[in-house]
């Protein structure tokens, strides 16, 4: 890139971070500072509103860079992330969203610990929701990494550990300020411009092969290096049995975690009624969808038209397969054209990850608040506002996940999204389930399945070859792999599931059915809900 290139793109960057900026001060001044508001913006958006937030949450940088990067290096083995993350909104829809809203407050604990003994619950929740938040938070600050790094044409480090730190105190200054109300008008110009962005790019590759998608498989197969292997299972996911469980552990994880999400669920809060959720999840499926398959295209035309060596050239992760495709469909390098289109692209990607880390901030920083410090602290000590502890906890929560993030820097970040998913699905569906639908359900069973769940999804990521063990490990000196799939999702999340069962029928407290045909009334009808 050439310093004209670099300016340009600097200035959209410049020009949607003063936006979304403005949203907040301006948001911050008409606040009036309750926990309401702060956690769930007044309750006060529609249903379109908060379908296009909830899409604008979603669709993270995950999608946009690593999806794609992931198509464009392994081709048919990396759509199945799309697959996985659209059929997950099922799950939602069916089972989740009216039922979450009608009997939570503002978190997850809100819905388990309508039934049971409130502060071991709400403790076991609230550690489990920070650490899936974190994770999918170093998965945000790689991709801002790799982004700005290639914008600037660097390939050392330091880019890639300033951008982190740049990306961590914005989340921080959104979050505190303009609390879930700036978040969610972040999340709905994000998503208007991400949509715009993935359309146009779309368009671009199909006119490019005019319209003509089986020549652009076939081209995209011939540039890859693999021929017919780039369009057929196995490539990534197929060498081996180890290779097909992985696949299948990381199926169950994409599938299962966007139901136990902290981010995801906080967003049912902040629309008036249950009906109103459920039409929220429409509306986010139906913008969700249509992105997904349109990563199908772009990762592909990548390996199409800017081809797979040179995306893992310039990213061995695949992270910057789009902003490529983008300065190739708009002329090449030294055009206008492509500098116009990349520095647009690489802006909605920067955009896409401001306002996702935006989002998962305040829904882990309303954990500690909300269920940890609400539950941890001392009987007589002087009460604090919630509002004010989660503002804290958003600070430390942006410090852990920089740290983090400039460890992680070179794993892909539909992968590491992967894992919060897998973490997420282990600890926190299982409990919500059970809490929702089994009449039996008890305390120890509830905070069993979450550590049931957390424990071991955490201790196999360790023992895994992400960590150890390989030359793209973590830590590629050490070796203490004892765990073969990179996914622990296929081992942990039965667990967690086990763990609440046999927590519940071990109990010495009979369930309390009173309380639970309150919460299913409330649940299924809506009465009483906040």
């Not at 039934?115 to 929701?129: F, H, N, W």
């Not at 319209?211 to 021929?227: K, P, W």
């Not at 009906?275 to 592909?300: D, E, K, N, P, Q």
């Not at 009987?379 to 993030?405: T, W």
């Amino acid at each position: 890139m050439t310093g004209n290139h670099q300016t340009l793109a600097l200035l959209l960057f410049s020009v949607f971070v003063a936006v979304t900026l403005a949203i907040t001060t301006w948001v911050s001044r008409n606040r009036h500072g309750s926990a309401e508001e702060f956690y769930a913006g007044g309750r006060l958006f529609s249903p379109m509103e908060n379908g296009f937030a909830i899409a604008g949450d979603y669709m993270s940088a995950a999608s946009f860079l690593g999806i794609s990067g992931l198509i464009a290096l392994f081709g048919y083995d990396g759509l199945l992330y799309s697959v996985g993350f659209l059929v997950a909104w099922l799950v939602v829809l069916l089972l989740v969203a009216e039922l979450v809203r009608n009997c939570g407050r503002f978190t997850l604990a809100d819905v388990i610990a309508a039934r049971m003994r409130e502060r071991r619950v709400r403790i076991a929740a609230g550690t489990s929701s920070v650490t899936v938040s974190v994770l999918y938070l170093v998965a945000q600050m790689v991709g801002a990494g790799s982004l700005v790094a290639l914008l600037l044409g660097s390939t050392g480090g330091a880019v890639q550990e300033w951008t982190v730190v740049g990306v961590g105190g914005l989340m921080v200054i959104y979050v505190s300020l303009g609390g879930m109300r700036a978040t969610t008008w972040i999340q709905i110009v994000k998503a208007v411009l991400l949509m715009g962005g993935t359309i146009t790019l779309t368009v671009l590759v199909l006119l490019r092969f005019h319209g003509d998608f089986d020549q652009l498989l076939r081209t995209a197969a011939e540039r890859s290096g693999h021929g017919a292997a780039f369009l057929a299972p196995g490539l990534k996911y197929g060498g081996d049995w180890t290779a097909r469980l992985d696949f299948i552990s990381l199926g169950l994880a994409l599938v299962l975690g966007t139901a136990g999400l902290p981010h995801i669920l906080s967003r049912f809060y902040t629309v008036p009624t249950a009906r109103a959720a459920r039409r929220s999840v429409i509306w986010s499926i139906g913008l969700i969808g249509s992105f997904y398959l349109m990563t199908i295209v772009l990762g592909f035309g990548a390996a199409a038209i800017v081809g797979s060596d040179a995306v893992r050239g310039s990213n061995a992760a695949g992270n910057t397969a789009v902003p490529l495709l983008a300065l190739d469909l708009g002329g090449g390098p030294d055009s206008t054209g492509g500098t116009v289109l990349f520095a647009v692209v690489a802006a909605v990607a920067f955009a896409t990850i401001l306002a996702v880390v935006a989002g998962i901030t305040l829904a882990s920083s309303a954990s500690v608040a909300h269920d940890l410090y609400a539950s941890l602290r001392r009987p007589h000590a002087k009460p604090r506002s919630e509002v004010a502890v989660a503002r804290v906890a958003a600070a430390g929560i942006g410090v852990v996940a920089i740290a983090l993030g400039l460890l992680a820097r070179d794993l892909n970040v539909a992968f590491l999204v992967g894992l919060a998913f897998a973490v997420a699905a282990s600890a926190n569906l299982p409990v919500l389930l059970y809490s929702l639908f089994w009449r039996n359900f008890t305390t120890r069973g509830a905070v069993w399945s979450v550590y049931g769940g957390l424990v071991p999804a955490l201790v196999l990521v360790v023992l895994s070859p992400v960590v150890s063990g390989s030359e793209t490990s973590l830590f590629p000196g050490l070796d203490f792999q004892f765990f073969p799939l990179e996914n622990p999702g296929l081992v942990s999340i039965p667990l967690g599931f086990l763990a609440g069962w046999f927590g519940t029928v071990t109990s010495p407290e009979p369930p309390d059915e009173a309380r639970h045909a309150e919460t299913e009334v409330r649940a299924l009808t809506g009465a009483g809900a906040v």
